[in-house]
């Protein structure tokens, strides 16, 4: 199993700011994700995070307002970019070997 | 496209009833289904992965099974306990891990 480390787990910010959220995982992955969880509703994915290459993002989803970081096998940015309330969201890393493991998500509200 | 449907959407037993909750998705063609647990706030807990070439897996209380050709899924929970109360999601995950999540089944269990 992996281990995943997210942070910050919680914040506040100001619309129109960005927000930068980190995901570290304890061992070498192939496959990270980035899941976005509406209030009340289940998880969308946001987009693929490829090592060493451009994100692949989902339909709904832009590189402008979501960019992506995939350095290393081990280690993801999702920024969450000219924020609004709208963004206000739970956001999730996951990685996935074969058995999907979550961080513990970054509970984000925009004011 | 794959769709994701969990029956029923809230449930709420007295403690050490056994229950069963659904997952039923439109496109057999899954890599593998993954059950998971979620507490308010908080971010997913795996439970339970079984392969696509497999029909059930058990942990504990928990006995999840798969039906491929139906597109189907059930979690069952023995001996419900109030420590149980959660959301649990049910997600396939496609050959390129991708996960596409139900709704979620949020369970109360009452002393």
């Known amino acids: 199993s992996a281990v995943i480390s997210q942070k910050p787990s919680r914040d506040i910010c100001q619309r129109g700011t960005s927000l930068t959220i980190q995901c570290q995982v304890d061992s070498q992955v192939t496959m990270m994700f980035w899941y976005r969880q509406q209030p009340g509703q289940s998880l969308t994915l946001i987009a693929t995070a490829n090592q060493g290459s451009e994100a692949t993002y989902e339909s709904g989803f832009v590189i402008d307002k979501f960019p992506i970081s995939r350095p290393n096998l081990t280690f993801s940015t999702l920024t969450v970019s000219n924020m609004s309330p709208e963004d206000s969201s739970i956001y999730l890393c996951?990685?996935?070997?074969?058995?999907?493991?979550f961080g513990q998500g970054t509970r984000l509200t925009v004011v | 496209k794959q769709e994701v449907t969990q029956i029923p959407a809230a449930l709420s037993v007295p403690e050490g009833e056994n229950l069963v909750l659904n997952c039923s998705f439109t496109?057999?063609?899954?890599?593998?289904l993954q059950w998971f647990r979620q507490d308010p706030g908080k971010g997913l807990t795996s439970l339970l992965l079984?392969?696509?070439?497999?029909r059930e897996q058990t942990s504990g209380r928990l006995n999840a099974s798969l039906d491929k050709s139906s597109g189907r899924s059930t979690l069952y929970i023995a001996a419900s306990q109030p420590g149980d109360s959660a959301t649990y999601l049910c997600?396939?995950?496609?050959?390129?891990?991708?996960?596409?999540f139900g709704q979620g089944t949020t369970l109360q269990v009452k002393p």
């Open positions: 079984i392969q696509s070439s497999q």
């Open positions: 997600a396939v995950i496609s050959n390129t891990g991708k996960l596409i």
């Open positions: 996951s990685a996935s070997p074969d058995e999907a493991f």
């Open positions: 496109d057999s063609a899954i890599y593998n």
